[in-house]
């Protein structure tokens, strides 16, 4: 069967997450398949009347438009896709739904999510701030299109069930595929853990840093020489200034050195800490996974399948006391006991997140015809 995978993210520049999702499975099924290939950058730019509309009715305080997502924009990604449709193909994966959901495909289809459009829209913004009618038409769209699908693959079962729920759909062509580490990481010999936490975030506050910032400072008082290494986002001056706050800025896991930095703060530090407000299924849980790093995390989303709370890692409220008490357990367990866990952490991610099952779930199920 010839199938072509279609995304809006550049497949030659990935940059981690959702680009890193796909140019994963697009790498996964081009080695595997035979008649297989892919157009990207399926991406036409946000009708700049649009763009202000949205950003007037912000400033003003005004139900908002979502620009990215209005028909006029839809009807382009439509027309584009139909002008590459001039080779024949049996079968269609989208890399997302909603960007392609005024479009009726051909030939059957099938979609890869981390989440539905109305799961999104709920766990980044605040729907109030949005013309409800607006949101109503996407969705409809969204619905229609995951409904016609061959099959519907989901990062996670929390999104699954969400989905499931929002568009009050059964679920027939739903298939969980999990997710991997997005990039592939050469496992290098560490003496010995350090003394340090981990923070990776390219949206500090977002992530929880302040909360972060602040139960370090808690645990600190009578754990003091432990510091807590900070990657992504430049912090606020008051945290850059703390003693025993290191801040590395970008590492770019694009490169080799980036990756075998990345590895080497994993596989050298206590624990990853990751304090979210807004995510689906945080990638870099399973990414410290691979290098036996445990993670301590708010049960947000579907980070409880990410986590087995006391066994491969802390599922704790987003608080800064909550936060210190828990790494003061955790640095006050056996070094048998942080073995076990970090033993555990790994073997999880790698028998549970890894690609090569996602490969042969994703290939049954587009070559095996689903429930009618």
Known sequence: ??????????????????????GKIYDLLHDRLENFTG????NPPVFKLDLIKYRLQKEFNFLRIFPAYSIRRLNVIS??????????????????????????????YSTILDCCFSTYI??????????????????????SFLQKAHAVFFTSHWAMNQTCQ????????????????????IENNFSALKDQFLFI??????KGGLIVFDGFKRFLISNPGYKLVLVGQKPPKEVLAHSDIEYLGYIDKSTKAGRDALFGLYAESKANILLTQKDISPLVIIESGYAGCPTIANPLSAIPELIDDGITGWLIAPTAEQLAQTLNHHVTQSPE????????????????????????????????????
């Open 1 to 22: 069967m010839s199938i072509i995978f279609i995304t809006n993210t550049d497949l030659n520049h990935r940059k981690g997450g959702w680009d890193g999702l796909g």
């Open 39 to 42: 157009i990207d950058q399926i």
């Open 79 to 108: 027309d584009l896709l139909a002008s590459h449709q001039q080779q024949t193909f049996e079968h269609i994966l989208f890399h997302g739904s909603t960007p392609w959901s005024s479009y009726t495909p051909e030939v059957p």
């Open 122 to 143: 709920k766990t980044y913004h605040n729907i109030s701030h949005f013309n409800s009618d607006y949101l109503k038409r996407i969705i409809n769209l969204d619905r």
């Open 166 to 185: 929002d568009y009050q759909m059964t679920g027939d062509n739903f298939v969980y595929i999990g997710q991997g580490p997005s990039i592939d990481f």
């Open 201 to 206: 975030a390219t949206d500090f506050t977002g």
């Open 337 to 372: 006991q942080l073995h076990q866990m970090r033993s555990a952490v790994k073997l999880k991610m790698k028998t549970q997140y890894n690609w090569d099952r996602i490969a042969v779930t994703l290939i049954d199920a587009l070559q095996t015809p689903l429930a009618e």
